[in-house]
């Protein structure tokens, strides 16, 4: 099967004739079985996808096809579809069909297109190893043994196993780069409000953003174009106007890039991550950019402030799962409380309950000033901060997260240490703005590494465009090789 980077490259082999919608389908459809056992999707559309791939192929010969035909999409477990199934990876939304369409999938779709199936993610997008869905853990196709991040793990397996051209994951602290850097591929978070999270399963409503996941930053673009803009549903998308995106990824002139020092310097980030974000550094250098150390003095505040909101979010937006009005509904009930307690005892699973138990802890009156508003206060202050160094750099650069995909199981046991795979991300999602993943390598042992570049809010063009010519640098094997060797350690000089 013919791997296509780009929407683009694989729209010329069909406008050439060289494949249709149709055999595409079911070239990925193939490869799903293949690959069945990484366990990335939930519900595999087959008969549908296939229905739609012929309708598409007769509006391309009718030369009426849309922007997006030929793209087959894969979309994380808590994006609705009218009429189909979606339930955040939770037992607790078991049988649930969703009436109507997320605003962003319906945009992809009124460009052509082909929905092929729902994805595996941690529940209720909760985690960073995919590895808390009611569904079972995904399995990263570069090490089976390991973990593909979360919580869109199921989403950026399925891209770097070719199992769909693209997907749509979701992002409340990293979870669109995150997996993306451990599998290899390129996630974007957008600015908050930059997409309407109409018909996204709400974790937290003032950090979640729907975000791509794909092989190039060419096509993060060209979806982040068609899904992003004002919508009447969501009042809390902007009513920017939408750059064509994917029409100016050509990047000129010098940047003034910050770089955060901690992602290259402390001992708790993995050497092969830190030399390879390095050589990204010296080779902008030599490009001629200036490139400077930042202490992001609020650091070590974010996971914290993170943590404290998202789980009074969390505890607020999942009460409505009752055992009432949605999915599951326990047997063991003899009265109104008990079928609250039981659904909901026996409908989420352990991760999912301990943020609601303490997201409902920092919201109870005796310490909501304690915790809530302080740590609403913090969060200003990472805003401010991260504003101010926007301020002074057009792009701030670290690693994606401090070690490469982890076993599974090998951090089930230790919350804290599951949670320090967001250290770097979760900045961006506290102070809204934009930020992506895209592939810097593979460590020694042929993981997948992420470098992690943020911008001004709303500034996804500049992001873009620059992230496409980081690219061509790291993607250029010749100039890979030299990049990397020079930071090998010593003694394998
Ligand atoms: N891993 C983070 C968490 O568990 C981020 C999740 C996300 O972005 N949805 O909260």
Redesign the pocket.
């Known amino acids: 099967m013919k791997e296509y980077l780009t929407l683009a490259d694989l729209q010329h082999d069909l406008r050439a004739g060289n494949t249709t919608c149709v055999k595409l389908v079911g070239q990925y459809l193939a490869r799903i079985e293949t690959y069945q056992h990484l366990n990335a999707f939930v519900e595999v559309y087959a008969e549908e996808a296939r229905q739609r791939a012929l309708e598409v192929d007769a509006r391309l010969a009718r030369h009426e096809a849309g922007r997006l035909a030929g793209l087959v999409l894969g979309i994380k477990d808590v994006l609705c579809l009218s009429g189909h199934g979606v339930q955040a990876g939770s037992k607790i939304l078991n049988g649930y069909r969703s009436p109507f369409t997320a605003t962003a999938v319906q945009r992809l779709l009124d460009e052509d297109a082909i929905i092929i199936g729902r994805q595996n993610c941690?529940e209720f997008?909760?985690?960073?190893s995919n590895e808390s869905s009611y569904f079972g853990p995904v399995r990263n196709t570069a090490d089976p043994e390991r973990v593909p991040g979360?919580?869109s793990g199921g989403s950026a397996v399925a891209v770097q196993a070719g199992m769909c051209h693209a997907s749509l994951g979701?992002?409340?602290?990293?979870?669109?780069r995150?997996p993306a850097a451990f599998c290899g591929v390129v996630g974007l978070k957008p600015s908050y409000g930059r997409i309407s999270r109409w018909g996204l399963l709400a974790?937290a409503s003032s950090f979640d953003c729907i975000g791509p996941i794909t092989k190039s930053v060419e096509d993060a673009a060209l979806l982040l174009e068609v899904m992003a803009g004002p919508d009447e549903f969501d009042s809390t998308v902007s009513g920017r106007e939408v750059p064509r995106y994917s029409q100016k990824l050509a990047w000129e002139g010098q940047a003034r890039i910050g770089y955060l020092r901690e992602s290259v310097e402390s001992e708790a980030v993995a050497p092969a991550i830190r030399q390879r974000t390095q050589a990204v550094l010296d080779e902008l250098r030599e490009q001629g950019h200036s490139v400077e150390p930042v202490d992001m003095t609020l650091l070590k505040y974010c996971l914290p402030t993170?943590y404290i909101l998202?789980t009074a979010e969390a505890s607020s937006n999942l009460s409505r799962f009752d055992g009432v009005r949605y999915g599951y509904r326990s047997e063991q009930v003899v009265d109104l409380e008990s079928l609250y307690k039981q659904s909901r005892t026996e409908g989420f699973g352990a991760e999912v309950r301990r943020r609601i138990l303490l997201g409902t802890f920092v919201l109870s009156a005796n310490y909501y000033d304690a915790y809530y508003t302080r740590a609403q206060r913090v969060r200003k202050l990472i805003r401010q901060e991260t504003e101010r160094l926007l301020s002074q750099y057009d792009f701030l650069i670290s690693s994606v997260t401090p070690t490469t995909s982890f076993r599974l199981g090998e951090k089930m046991e230790d919350s804290l240490q599951m949670?320090l795979?967001?250290i770097f991300t979760?900045q961006a999602?506290v102070a809204g703005v934009p930020a992506i993943s895209i592939p810097n390598g593979l460590d020694e042992d042929g993981l997948p590494i992420g470098l992690q570049i943020m911008s001004r809010a709303f500034s996804e063009e500049n992001l873009l465009a620059f992230s496409a010519h980081l690219s061509t640098i790291i993607s250029n094997p010749e100039k890979e090789n030299r990049l990397f060797e020079k930071h090998l350690p010593v003694e394998e000089k």
Do not use: E, F, K, P
């Open positions: 941690d997008a909760m985690g960073s979360g919580s979701s992002d409340t602290g990293g979870s669109v995150q974790y993170y998202t949670y795979a967001d979760v999602n």
